[in-house]
């Protein structure tokens, strides 16, 4: 199921982001080899739940947790 790989990759965003202060979401998916819309899905799943912060830079979206 879709909600079920949004919330797996969540928590590997949540991973990623712990050992960096700030990086952007097209790095994360880099990394993760995720496309960007499910970064974008997870990293909305994890603002949703108020754990991270985005700031819109270049063209890209740099987030950091909160």
Excluded: C, P, Q
Excluded at 26 to 49: N, P, Q, T
């Amino acid at each position: 199921m879709m909600i079920t790989e949004i919330g797996i990759v969540a928590g590997e965003v949540w991973h990623v982001l712990d050992k960096k202060e700030e990086i952007f979401i097209s790095e994360i998916a880099d990394k993760l080899k995720e496309s960007r819309e499910l970064v974008f899905m997870s990293m909305g799943w994890l603002a949703r739940e108020g754990h991270v912060v985005l700031k819109k830079e270049n063209g890209d979206y740099k987030v950091s947790l909160r």
